[in-house]
């Protein structure tokens, strides 16, 4: 079974830039998180679906993050303009329902950001 | 709000030995779940145990058991038998889970290293 995939990598961009990151979950699974890790820090939630729709975003700065899941599947995250704050990895995870959460949570190995 | 405390930055084990990963809460939800996850140089997280807040026994995975001491909002994590592969970052999480909802709060995280 394939796992969580994301890309790129590795990004490096200027303030005020734009960006975007791309995760496909393990097929089939109907929930997908996005998570922000500075360095240093544990990962902090920034929005989570459930098929295409979102469960929760309290945690997403909507002035500058914006997320969608269309079609159930794939989902992209879009920073726009990026400040240095947003230096971070960007980890994506899915799983396959979100009972009591977390239980079957499958990360990706993430999408490392470096805002100059 | 959630608060997860993880009180030491980094551990060190010889192979074989057991050792005890420090992990205290504070919530104000009735219901709620505690998670470990491992992160290994790589920057993938992994899922390793969950304890339901009703839960009566201590959940165990393997070499993986979790000290929940609910009246002391404690969550320890306890590997047996350490191994080498077992070094990594480790982080405590907890989310409330009523209605089913996720929206975890992370610890800083603890550094294990495995001497052999």
């Known amino acids: 079974e394939a796992g969580v995939a994301q890309s790129p990598r590795y990004k490096i961009i200027e303030k005020r830039q734009s960006v975007a990151f791309w995760c496909n979950p393990i097929?089939?699974?109907?929930?997908l998180y996005w998570y922000q890790q500075i360095l240093g820090q544990g990962p902090k939630l920034l929005i989570q679906?459930?098929?295409?729709?979102?469960?929760?975003d309290s945690q997403l700065p909507k002035d500058r993050f914006s997320a969608e899941r269309l079609k159930g599947v794939d989902s992209t995250l879009k920073i726009q303009p990026a400040k240095l704050e947003d230096s971070a990895v960007y980890l994506c995870?899915?799983?396959?329902?979100?009972?009591?959460?977390?239980?079957?949570?499958?990360f990706g190995p993430g999408t490392r950001l470096t805002v100059t | 709000a959630q608060k997860i405390t993880q009180t030491q930055p980094g551990m060190f084990v010889q192979e074989k030995e057991a050792v005890t990963l420090d992990c205290t809460y504070d919530?104000?939800?009735?219901?709620?779940?505690l998670f470990w996850y491992k992160q290994p140089s790589s920057g993938e997280m992994i899922f390793l145990i969950y304890?339901?807040?009703?839960?009566?026994q201590n959940a165990t995975e393997g070499r993986y058991s979790l000290n929940f001491q609910k009246a002391r909002k404690s969550a320890n994590l306890v590997i047996s038998a350490s191994q080498l592969g077992d070094s990594a970052m480790y982080f405590c999480?907890?989310?409330?889970?009523?209605?089913?909802?996720?929206?975890?709060?992370f610890g800083r995280g603890t550094s294990l290293i495995v001497h052999p």
């Open positions: 679906f459930q098929n295409n729709g979102v469960v929760d």
């Open positions: 919530t104000s939800d009735q219901s709620y779940g």
């Open positions: 097929s089939g699974h109907a929930t």
């Open positions: 999480a907890m989310s409330p889970s009523s209605g089913g909802s996720y929206i975890p709060t």
């Open positions: 995870a899915s799983s396959p329902i979100s009972r009591q959460g977390g239980y079957e949570q499958y």
């Open positions: 304890q339901g807040s009703y839960d009566e």
